[in-house]
């Protein structure tokens, strides 16, 4: 326990360092830097593209999606339904589980909205009888048909493409809806808010 | 010599930590500086502590997937001995931490503590902040209930309205196209990993800066900060009226750290853990997400913005602010110190402190959200339909069928989203009903579409005759001369007089 150790201090410790040319030494440095540059290069290019791999185009995260038969819904109605999101992995649990809108509006005419409120993403409810979407978050409130009634939201429901095939309704989903994505699609202009379609009688 | 003496001495011949740590707990400060104005800072080192310390212990039981996450935090809960407990203190010291490091903020601002030398202590500071924020928010994302995903959800959103690069963003932020395990898995290393290790880095920095520059003293009105003299007459208040930092000024920072730490240990065992809500099942949409404390503000500034200016506030509002703190003392680094002779800089925390206060006071009970269950849930109340008519009853059917009363309270109850309606028809007329019911305007739906006419004749005629027995209901008098009735037409006469 009481042994005598050198000081520790480098400017104590007696050694008369051999006197070299110091641009030898700076080259020596100087090469050193940029040996290290390089080798960071090569581990630093992989891991950008590592951590930047999600962000990709929008399309590479949609595929169509079969949501049940057209038969299942009637005329006129709004269902909720769920379906599986195509990117899932098997630890997701749950959250692999998207809900949407099915409006059938006609026979072959078919109207999926997300129920992400446009304002910013928390899921309204439909409320069949006075025919209203109502976001529970700021009070965004949305037509049956999906577009804007009252409140912060900037724009109608995200909607998805769909299409018919052998009697199934099929969406193209598989991302989730924000106005970077789905802002382009609609280009409506609201009508006057509840005149149209407005029958005495 | 005693064992432990030799020890002692042994391990210091070799690490020869005793000389800079005495310098440090010895160092002079000025007197003034041994107040309890000047024990915040400490207190946050204090909490940052306990939240590594529980941290690192839920850690032991929480599972970072998201399918099964919630329940390692119902298992923590509810089964493992007193993980109900760490649950508590953490998200409890979250709160404190949130709140301790803002004190100490506004302190450090009131007593321009900020100025010449200690401009890069503040710097340092902002993004102590952050990082705090950055805490609070990504640990509510781990609590990964529905709170969490549908908080995770508007997140994204905020990051959709980047322009060009906003898909982008998201894909980044949520780790792939929607809200699921690579979210969260990536939201843990941010908790855990990088933020926790940038924010122990800069405390570091921080309280070595506090060091080698003393704590600010005590400012005196009319004692300008000069670049030229301060160093020096520092120097000398804290040597010729200082005294050591241990015990004089140190014995508060102790007492009022205990005093936050045994707080947060009160809150945690009387009030308990945070959550989990419901299952984080995106299909379960009847679900009323709620940001944690430290955001309320932000929920309630962003239902109450106009649309229009929402994406502006949301992508150049915070870049903004930050500039401005960082630049505070680049800009303010010298002059006066006290607050008695900085008016700008008192009335600017009071009008934030108010506004923060008012925001967070209206998310408790969030106006601006439908109730969505007052149309099902609550009746209208007996004395609005005593001795009406069937119409009016019938009004009152559609009234509550229509889901009018998510939006607006009827005797108390019901939304407040619309103004309440018990005395409505002592405000608009008859006519002005119908063309609101029909057509919306203002916050309000338009139900042309879903209200057929005879359904509106029976709801107005109810709303007519919500008013209180002895008031007088709302008339357009000019319809009097339209429709030639005389009686109205002397009231028109004499309203015209006032």
């Known amino acids: 326990m009481h042994d005598k150790l050198p000081p520790t201090n480098p400017r104590q410790q007696q050694s008369p360092a051999p006197k070299e040319p110091a641009s030898r030494r700076m080259f020596l440095i100087k090469l050193g830097v940029l040996l290290n540059g390089i080798v960071a290069l090569i581990i630093g290019i992989p891991i950008v593209r590592y951590l930047l791999g999600a962000a990709r185009s929008d399309n590479d995260y949609l595929k169509w999606i079969d949501v049940g038969n057209v038969d299942d819904f009637k005329d006129g109605e709004t269902t909720l339904i769920n379906y599986v ?24 005419d078919f109207a999926v909205f997300a129920v992400n409120c446009a304002h910013l993403n928390c899921p309204v409810r439909w409320f069949a009888e006075s025919q209203l979407f109502m976001c529970p978050c700021h009070g965004g409130i949305y037509y049956a048909d999906g577009s804007r009634a009252s409140g912060p939201p900037p724009r109608g429901l995200f909607t998805y493409e769909t299409k018919i095939e052998d009697g199934k309704l099929f969406i193209k989903a598989g991302e989730m809806p924000t106005l970077s994505n789905q802002a382009q699609l609609i280009q409506e202009i609201a009508p006057c808010a509840g005149t149209d379609g407005f029958m005495p009688g | 010599m005693r064992w432990y003496r030799r020890l002692y001495a042994w391990i210091e011949q070799r690490v020869q930590l005793e000389g800079p740590i005495k310098e440090a707990v010895f160092h002079m400060t000025p007197r003034s500086t041994a107040s309890w104005w000047y024990v915040f800072g400490s207190a946050a080192l204090t909490i940052l502590i306990v939240q590594v310390l529980t941290g690192i212990l839920l850690a032991l039981s929480y599972v970072p997937s998201a399918g099964q996450a919630w329940n390692s935090l119902e298992v923590l809960n509810h089964q493992v001995t ?57 640990g509510q994302v781990l609590r990964f209930d529905q709170d969490a995903y549908w908080g995770i959800g508007i997140g994204a959103a905020i990051m959709g309205r980047v322009p060009l690069m906003g898909g982008q963003l998201v894909h980044l932020l949520l780790g792939g196209p929607i809200i699921a395990g690579a979210t969260l898995t990536r ?15 800069l405390v570091g920095l921080h309280v070595w800066l506090v060091l080698k520059l003393g704590v600010n003293e005590w400012p005196v009105p009319g004692h300008i900060v000069r670049r030229e003299t301060y160093l020096q007459e520092y120097k000398e208040l804290a040597h010729k009226d200082g005294i050591p930092f241990f015990p004089g000024a140190f014995w508060r920072d102790l007492v009022f750290s205990a005093a936050i730490v045994l707080a947060i240990v009160v809150c945690a065992a009387v009030f308990g853990p945070f959550g989990p809500t419901g299952v984080p099942d995106p299909t379960i949409i009847q679900t009323v997400p709620r940001p944690d404390p430290p955001f309320l503000w932000l929920y309630s500034l962003l239902s109450l ?34 607050w008695h002779r900085r008016p700008v800089a008192v009335l600017t925390v009071l009008v934030l402190a108010i506004g923060w206060a008012a925001l967070t006071q209206l998310a408790t009970y969030t106006p601006w959200s439908p109730k969505m269950a007052a149309w099902s849930g609550a009746a209208v109340p007996v004395q609005f339909i005593q001795k009406s008519t069937p119409l009016e009853r019938q009004g009152a059917n559609v009234f509550q069928y229509k889901q009018c009363r998510n939006c607006h309270a009827l005797g108390g109850v019901g939304g407040e989203r619309g103004p309440a309606l018990d005395g409505i028809a002592t405000k608009m007329t008859k006519d002005q009903m119908i063309r609101q019911v029909i057509q919306g305007g203002g916050n309000m739906p338009a139900f042309g579409k879903n209200l057929s006419p005879p359904e509106v004749t029976a709801l107005v005629t109810f709303l007519e005759t919500l008013h209180r027995p002895n008031e007088r209901t709302a008339e357009d008098v000019s319809r009097a001369v339209a429709e030639g009735d005389q009686s109205k037409k002397g009231d028109l006469e004499q309203g015209s007089r006032y």
């Open chain 2, 82 to 138: 007193l993980g109900w407990f760490l649950r508590a203190l953490h998200g409890w010291g979250s709160n404190f931490m949130v709140a301790i490091v803002i004190v100490h903020m506004i302190q450090v601002f009131l007593f321009g503590a900020y100025k010449f030398p200690r401009e890069l202590t503040w710097i340092i500071g902002v993004f102590l902040l952050l990082m705090t924020l950055g805490m609070a928010f990504s």
């Open chain 2, 187 to 201: 939201f843990f290393a941010l908790h855990v990993f990088v933020i926790p290790g940038l924010l122990l880095t």
């Open chain 2, 305 to 338: 913005l106009p649309p229009e200016m929402e994406t502006p506030f949301l992508l150049i509002a915070p870049p903004i602010a930050i500039v401005i703190l960082i630049a505070l003392p680049l800009v303010a680094g010298v002059g006066e110190k006290s």
């Open chain 1, 85 to 108: 999101n195509p990117f899932a992995d098997p630890w997701d649990g749950e959250t692999r589980k998207i809900p949407a809108y099915v409006r059938r509006v006609s026979a072959t």
